[in-house]
């Protein structure tokens, strides 16, 4: 069965420090993933999608940036985090087409 | 570009009693629809989704959801709620034609009271 993997569950972070959250997909090849925002547990905001190695689109200009250096691994980065980063933050990933979505259980963000 | 309503904030409704969570979409194409449940602190969890064929589709937890394309919509609906239904849900799309892309509603709570 597939299983998706995202860490760190909570991360507290200084203004200006760099971020790195990372996601992983098993039990499956070619997903298409994705990073979303989650703000004050409301609307999830979609950063970026991957359809492939390499591939990434970017949603909404920011801070921050994404990476798939695998198959199966989703990166999100920054180079210096602001207090406006503060958020939850949800990886998910899709097969081809009309599958639904699977979501990994999230990652705290506090920038202080 | 795709994108998906959820004009309700928050749903109240009493134990027992029916419910509904509203969801329109606007999409170019034809639409793959979702809806998901989110517990407070977690991922979304899947509820059911709509591809094609028959116009209500039924999912989790006694859940179901009736596609209407002439209105654009994709309302949650539940016949007797229970408190344990208390959450965030989300409606979310996919544009057939550029599957890749999966937009969500701003979500809706849904509280149920005793």
């Known amino acids: 069965s597939q299983t998706i993997h995202q860490w760190p569950a909570t991360l507290v972070q200084p203004v200006g420090s760099p971020l790195s959250l990372e996601c992983t997909v098993e039990?499956?090849?070619?997903?298409?993933l994705y990073w979303y925002r989650q703000a004050a547990g409301r609307g999830l905001q979609l950063l970026f999608y991957s359809v492939g190695i390499g591939q990434i689109s970017s949603e909404v200009p920011q801070n921050l940036s994404a990476s798939r250096p695998q198959d199966r691994q989703f990166i999100l980065s920054s180079k210096k985090l602001l207090l406006s980063d503060s958020g939850f933050y949800l990886c998910?990933?899709?097969?081809?087409?009309?599958?639904?979505?699977?979501f990994g259980q999230g990652t705290r963000l506090t920038v202080v | 570009a795709q994108s998906v309503a959820q004009p309700e904030d928050q749903v109240n409704v009493a134990e027992g009693n029916p419910l509904t969570v509203k969801c329109t979409y606007s999409?170019?194409?034809?639409?793959?629809l979702f809806w998901y449940v989110q517990y407070p602190n977690r991922g979304l969890q899947f509820l059911l989704k709509?591809?094609?064929?028959?116009?209500l589709v039924k999912g989790s937890y006694g859940f179901e959801a009736e596609f209407n394309k002439s209105q654009t919509s994709f309302h949650l609906k539940k016949p007797s709620a229970l408190v344990s239904d208390s959450a965030l849900y989300f409606c979310?799309?996919?544009?057939?034609?550029?599957?890749?892309?999966?937009?969500f509603g701003t979500g809706t709570r849904l509280q149920v009271t005793l």
């Open positions: 998910a990933w899709t097969g081809p087409w009309n599958t639904e979505a699977f």
């Open positions: 999409v170019s194409g034809n639409p793959y």
């Open positions: 979310a799309v996919r544009d057939t034609g550029t599957a890749s892309k999966l937009t």
């Open positions: 709509y591809i094609t064929g028959d116009n």
């Open positions: 039990g499956t090849s070619n997903p298409n």
